[in-house]
């Protein structure tokens, strides 16, 4: 079984519905992070979460939310969703007890379509 | 502001031409250097950590190498299942987010 899981996978829906992503571990991990990925650019940080009771914004979390509902559990919501939130979602967890670097290690992502 | 960038955006390559790829960074204070793959509509794979130049790490057909301003990632022999996406970060002394380059495109022809 993956480490890292995201449902769902593939999500088609129109604007201005309501959109939850969801990420499961099963690494241990206390960290977590939300990443989009549009084509040609660079994985952006949305938000990311040391542990329950800490959450914090990336580079891009307007007009998303998170929710951490477990140490193994971080959902990203988008309120109302629009057409340039089409993109590829990732998660991603890390261990920072684990080595001189944070390694972050990537879910398979869910793709995202808001037409 | 930390900043990376890659080169060439795009490669393509004949099974068994080795070549190299470019990661240039700029940052504050280097915590580690990242290398990761992607395929096509997949989640990117952890490949290494780099965390002081002069420091090079190997791993089947790739090598990775780092100095103060720069990183390559050199791919020797290449073959068909070689073909990604490869992208590079840098992680800041001070935390733990990562600042993603915008990938290379490798693609080995046999």
């Known amino acids: 079984d993956a480490d890292v899981t995201q449902t769902p996978r593939n999500r088609i829906t129109k604007t201005g519905k309501r959109i939850m992503l969801e990420c499961s571990q099963t690494?241990?991990?206390?960290?977590m992070y939300w990443y989009r990925q549009d084509p040609g650019l660079g994985l952006q940080l949305i938000y990311y979460?040391?542990?329950?009771?800490?959450?914090n914004k990336g580079e891009i979390s307007d007009g998303y939310s998170v929710s951490r509902q477990a140490q193994a559990k971080f959902s990203l919501s988008l309120e109302s969703a629009i057409p340039n939130q089409t993109a590829l979602y990732f998660c991603?967890?890390?261990?920072?007890?684990?080595?001189?670097?944070?390694?972050?290690?990537f879910g398979p992502g869910t793709r995202l379509t808001v037409l | 502001e930390d900043q990376v960038t890659q080169s060439p955006e795009a490669l393509r390559l004949q099974e068994g031409e080795s070549s190299s790829l470019n990661c240039s960074y700029t940052v504050s204070g280097l915590r580690g250097l990242f290398w990761y793959r992607q395929d096509p509509g997949k989640g990117p794979e952890f490949l290494f950590t780099l965390y002081s130049a002069g420091e090079e790490k190997e791993k089947e057909r790739l090598k990775a190498t780092l100095t103060k301003k720069e990183s390559f990632l050199h791919i020797t022999a290449p073959k068909p299942e070689d073909s990604a996406t490869y992208l590079c970060a840098v992680q800041e002394t001070s935390g733990s987010r990562l600042t993603f380059g915008e990938g290379t495109q490798l693609t080995v022809n046999p």
């Open positions: 991603a967890t890390s261990d920072p007890r684990q080595g001189i670097t944070d390694t972050q290690y």
């Open positions: 690494k241990g991990h206390d960290r």
């Open positions: 979460s040391f542990d329950v009771k800490d959450i």
